[in-house]
């Protein structure tokens, strides 16, 4: 697995969590976006909200989360599930 094809998603129990993290990390200047939760792993949970993280971000996000302790469910490194094509995120 090529790191440059790993993308990390961050899932949730609702979607309030997932949005008081997006500011959480935009406020601390990390780079995340909104995303749908990917088809591999939606049965986990109800809420269809994801995180969308690149590699090269993953160790500040774990840092901020340490530090503020937001609620979250998982962090889930996935390969290959960014179609440029098809998926545009905000």
Known sequence: MADSDIRYYILFENYEQGLALHDLLSSNDIKNRIAPAPRAIQGKLSCGMSLLIEPTDI?????CIAEHNPAYYDIVPLEGQIKSHRDKYC
Not at 59 to 63: H, I, L, T
């Open 59 to 63: 160790d500040a996000v774990r840092a």
